[in-house]
């Protein structure tokens, strides 16, 4: 790829629409996933006791109530994945694709007028 389509994709308002969009999202994400597990260890750091109690409402429980709760940071983590890979397959994929058009197109009107120099 040559710099004057480098620079045509880097200029693309589509291009730098995607860039600062999924910048965002995963900032986004990003951050709730740091704060839940941040909040969690923090809890096991300074509130080991409150974590330690056993589940309410089962009978004769074992399972301390932090087990429920990690796993729901687990499944938090899921979730965020979830959401990234809609928003890559719905919207990133659709801008994606406009932009390699439009390389495409602009590849191929550049270098149209070389075809009658080849031998």
Same mark, same amino acid.
């Given at each position: 790829?040559?710099?004057?389509?480098?620079?045509? !994709?880097?200029?693309?308002? #589509?291009?730098?629409?995607? %860039?600062?969009?999924?910048?965002?999202?995963?900032?986004?994400?990003?951050?709730?996933?740091?704060?839940?597990?941040?909040?969690?260890?923090?809890?096991?750091?300074?509130?080991?006791?409150?974590?330690?109690?056993? %589940?309410?409402?089962?009978?004769?429980? %074992?399972?301390?109530?932090?087990?429920? !709760?990690?796993?729901? /940071?687990?499944?938090?983590?899921? /979730?965020?994945?979830? !959401?990234? %890979? /809609?928003?890559?397959?719905?919207?990133? $994929?659709?801008?994606?694709? !406009?932009?390699?058009?439009? #390389?495409? $197109?602009?590849?191929?009107?550049?270098?149209?007028?070389?075809?009658?120099?080849?031998?």
């Amino acid at each position: 790829m040559d710099d004057k389509t480098v620079d045509m !994709i880097l200029n693309n308002p #589509t291009f730098l629409d995607l %860039v600062r969009r999924r910048r965002k999202l995963t900032v986004t994400l990003t951050f709730l996933m740091l704060a839940a597990y941040g909040l969690f260890l923090t809890g096991i750091a300074f509130f080991p006791d409150i974590l330690a109690i056993p %589940v309410p409402y089962l009978t004769y429980s %074992v399972i301390p109530i932090g087990i429920p !709760i990690a796993i729901g /940071v687990i499944c938090f983590a899921f /979730v965020l994945t979830g !959401i990234y %890979v /809609v928003s890559a397959n719905r919207d990133f $994929d659709t801008q994606t694709q !406009i932009i390699k058009q439009a #390389t495409y $197109d602009y590849q191929r009107l550049s270098h149209s007028g070389d075809e009658g120099s080849r031998p």
